[in-house]
């Protein structure tokens, strides 16, 4: 009889413990623990209690990354700054949330866990060496400041040695003799020019060449 009541009491706790259960998985086992309670199967405690389970953290794994191509940069004698704002939640980003590689001729920034994505900015083949020890991440204000600290007080003219190829190459005429050049360019508006244009270069032309066949010169 003792049984009896036991296994009653055991079953009038699960039923209520089931009025309360949301999680359709624990109703179901509550449910298939009441149908063998009621048998009078059970004779051990059927289930641990349950575990609440938190929110998701919003972690994702580096792999998902997006690369970051869009920031601004300028510099001093002593650090290169580059300027991170094209990111909406920025304002969010913990220090924690942060992670960074610096190397002598190259640089990596990770940003994580902004609105459920990781961002990250790799700079390989730097224009100059840096000093990684010095070298930092900051934000302030919705803006991810890196700061490279340079290795030797130069100029940088671009960020990374593939910007500085493809820098513009230099004119080959330009030790040339100038009076070469504004040649060419009278050339080119007298064929491309109307009569009227025509006629006032050929004067300014002829004009020109007397004044050097006499030794004046416009100064």
């Known amino acids: 009889m003792a049984d009896s009541d036991s296994n009653q009491e055991y079953v009038k706790e699960l039923e209520e413990l089931l009025a309360v259960a949301k999680h359709p998985k624990v109703v179901a086992l509550l449910k298939d623990a009441i149908k063998r309670g009621d048998a009078g199967t059970v004779t051990e405690p059927l ?3 349950p575990v609440s389970v938190s929110k998701p953290s919003g972690d994702i794994a580096t792999s998902n990354s997006t690369r970051i191509t869009q920031y601004g940069w300028d510099q001093n004698e002593k650090f290169v ?6 990111i909406n939640g920025l304002a969010d980003l913990k220090k924690e949330d942060i992670r960074h590689n610096f190397k002598r001729k190259s640089m990596e920034v990770e940003l994580c866990r902004i609105k459920g994505r ?12 840096i000093i990684p020890e010095e070298s930092s991440v900051k934000v302030r204000s919705g803006t991810v400041t890196i700061s490279l600290c340079k290795e030797k007080k130069e100029n940088w003219s671009v960020i990374t040695g593939r910007e500085k190829k493809k820098e ?3 004119n080959p005429d330009k030790d040339a003799d100038p009076g070469l050049g504004l040649m060419k360019m009278m050339k080119k508006m007298y064929d491309e020019g109307d009569d009227e244009m025509k006629r006032s270069i050929a004067k300014a032309w002829h004009e020109s060449q007397e004044k050097k066949s006499k030794g004046e010169y416009e100064l």
């Open 47 to 49: 289930i641990q209690k």
């Open 81 to 86: 700054k580059i300027y991170i704002t094209s």
């Open 118 to 129: 990781n961002y990250s900015i790799v700079l390989n083949d730097l224009f100059a060496a």
């Open 168 to 170: 513009p190459k230099k």
